[in-house]
């Protein structure tokens, strides 16, 4: 019997019963065979890849080092705004989102937005890659968090320059099996 | 489980040539996270999480998202673009699994 780490995240599209969700586990996990199989046949699923490439097991020290190299992140409290809950009750679900001052004009824009949470055993939650086109540099998500500590939002300018501002959230309830 | 992949797309209902719109989109999705045995090791498996969104618009990437297992259950995603035309929104979640799903929205300036 597998065992899920950290609260089970019941939300009202998915409310599973224990039952359930043994069945929609099996059902998974042969889905998942499925999809290493295709894999196998085809060299081409680039997204596993890349998934297991952004997000690691690992300390936040190694992601940033593994992410960013040696370059040295700037604060940006001036220019990004963090937008995450001081407390999140349900740490399976915790909205964030990133708005960054930016012209986002084809000379001048925010190429990369990465959102980490520090304490989490999958510390990189995501990077969201945006053109010009954008209008505006912002993105909003929802993200989990194993427990309290802090999240950061570190933006990579189309100048190379990088940018970090972290808030530090409160987790009534950790949700992060990750 | 046969709710897996229903994609919810939603659009200001009057947008204006020139505004930059902010889209929010949603994917029913298990986002299965990390499970481990009994002793505390890590159960070697490919789990079935989104780990690609792509938005096009008029058929060029505004915002692509990477995504780990950090993000939670039933993701929610949030973007902006700049509508210069009418057309087509289009966003595709793509999973570890190979599934690929997709919302579309069209584009209309009132």
């Not at chain 2, 947008?15 to 930059?20: F, Q």
Request: hydrophobic letters at 40%; a positive charge.
């Amino acid at each position: 019997m597998l065992e899920h780490e950290g609260g089970r995240n019941v939300t009202q599209a998915m409310s599973l019963t224990d039952g359930h969700d043994v069945t929609r586990r099996k059902m998974l996990i042969a889905l998942g065979a499925l999809g290493v199989a295709a894999a196998g046949g085809l060299a081409a699923t680039p997204g596993i890849a890349h998934g297991q490439t952004l997000g690691q097991n690992e300390s936040v020290e190694e992601a940033l080092k593994r992410l960013f190299g040696g370059k040295t992140i700037k604060d940006g409290s001036a220019a990004i705004k963090l937008d995450v809950p001081l407390i999140a009750e349900n740490g399976a679900v915790v909205p964030v989102s990133v708005t960054v001052d930016s012209p986002m004009t084809p000379t001048s824009w925010v190429k990369q937005i990465y959102v980490v949470a520090d304490k989490n055993r999958i510390p990189v939650v995501t990077r969201v890659t945006l053109a010009p086109e954008a209008g505006r540099a912002f993105m909003g998500a929802n993200i989990r968090l194993g427990e309290s500590g802090d999240v950061r939002a570190i933006v990579e300018q189309s100048d190379g320059t990088l940018l970090q501002v972290k808030r530090e959230v409160k987790v009534t309830v950790g949700g992060c099996g990750g | 489980m046969s709710d897996i992949g229903k994609v919810r797309l939603r659009v200001p209902p009057s947008i204006k040539s020139g505004d930059v719109v902010q889209v929010r989109s949603l994917v029913i999705h298990p986002m299965e996270r990390i499970e481990r045995d009994p002793q505390g090791k890590i159960i070697q498996k490919n789990y079935n999480y989104i780990n690609k969104v792509i938005v096009t618009y008029l058929g060029k990437t505004v915002a692509t998202f990477d995504t780990t297992q950090s993000v939670a259950e039933n993701p929610f995603f949030s973007f902006t673009f700049k509508a210069t035309d009418p057309g087509q929104l289009k966003v595709q979640f793509l999973d570890t699994t190979g599934g690929r799903y997709e919302g579309v929205a069209d584009i209309k300036f009132s």
